[in-house]
Nanobody, 113 residues
Framework: VQLQAYGGGLVQPGGSLRLSCVASESIFSINVMGWYRQAPGKQRELVAV???????NYADSVKGRFTISRDNAKNTLYLQMSSLKPEDTAVYYC????????WGQGTQVTVSS
């Protein structure tokens, strides 16, 4: 499956962005899908994920500010980001697990005044 992420950009602190990740095939049967991010000089880290048990997990740093959702009919995963902080600046990647991990190409989010 190919994943195409988009929606990143430059936003001021306190602002909002919505990231989208469009899959090349149906995501109806893909249980594990999520978002990771990688800031310069840091390791890639989990942001939010739909787990195999049907739960949603968020990184502590984004709880209450970010919301992950999916639209199976549109083969699309979303990440609504609000109250953005400069420390949210990173390249955001979507991922899907179907026998193995598939990754999108990443979309840059920059939070700066």
């Amino acid at each position: 499956v190919q994943l195409q992420a988009y929606g990143g950009g430059l936003v001021q602190p306190g602002g909002s962005l919505r990231l989208s990740c469009v899959a090349s095939e149906s995501i109806f049967s893909i249980n594990v899908m999520g978002w990771y991010r990688q800031a310069p000089g840091k390791q890639r880290e989990l942001v939010a994920v739909f787990t195999s048990g049907g739960r949603i997990n968020y990184a502590d740093s984004v709880k209450g500010r970010f919301t992950i959702s999916r639209d199976n009919a549109k083969n699309t995963l979303y990440l609504q980001m609000s109250s953005l902080k400069p420390e949210d600046t990173a390249v955001y990647y979507c991922t899907a697990v179907l026998l193995r991990n598939y990754w999108g190409q990443g979309t840059q989010v920059t939070v700066s005044s």
